[in-house]
């Protein structure tokens, strides 16, 4: 019994960096969606970043997101990665980074349009507007 009550005050006591909580991160938006030739393609970005209380994205700056390729029409399956997005400082486009696999940055009309990502699926996506889902965009 003692060892049981050491073990409980032990984790009582530990300290709050060892408790891993999610941040607002945990809480993504999608934000563009766009389709290919049998795949699609979305940008997520936190919840913080969309309903930012400047009114969501600000001009020339950079957000950590994530991307996804729904290649399950081609039996590949659904990647999501890690990117930078980047409202533009006249806020007519956005460019998603994907750094995590050296492709060159894609620039996305605010309001929509064609636009090539990935060289190999990616050609051509048809993209719909940036922050869509926002309820107060377009006011």
Not at 35 to 40: A, D, R
Not at 61 to 72: I, P, S
Request: proline content about 7%; overall charge neutral; aromatic content about 8%.
């Amino acid at each position: 019994m003692t060892a049981g009550f050491a073990a409980a005050i032990a984790l009582l006591s530990a300290p709050a960096s060892a408790v891993t909580l999610p941040d607002d991160r945990a809480w993504m938006i999608r934000m563009i969606a766009c389709k290919g030739n049998g795949v699609l393609m979305e940008v997520y970005l936190p919840q913080s970043v969309v309903f930012a209380p400047h009114g969501g994205m600000a001009a020339g700056k950079t957000a950590d997101g994530y991307y996804t390729l729904d290649l399950t029409e081609l039996n590949k399956g659904k990647d999501l990665e890690p990117v930078h997005v980047t409202m533009s400082a006249d806020r007519k486009s956005v460019t998603v980074d994907q750094y995590t696999r050296g492709l060159p940055p894609t620039r996305i009309p605010v309001g929509g349009g064609t636009v090539d990502f990935d060289r190999r699926f990616g050609i051509g996506a048809k993209c719909g507007p940036f922050q869509a889902q926002d309820p107060n965009y377009g006011n």
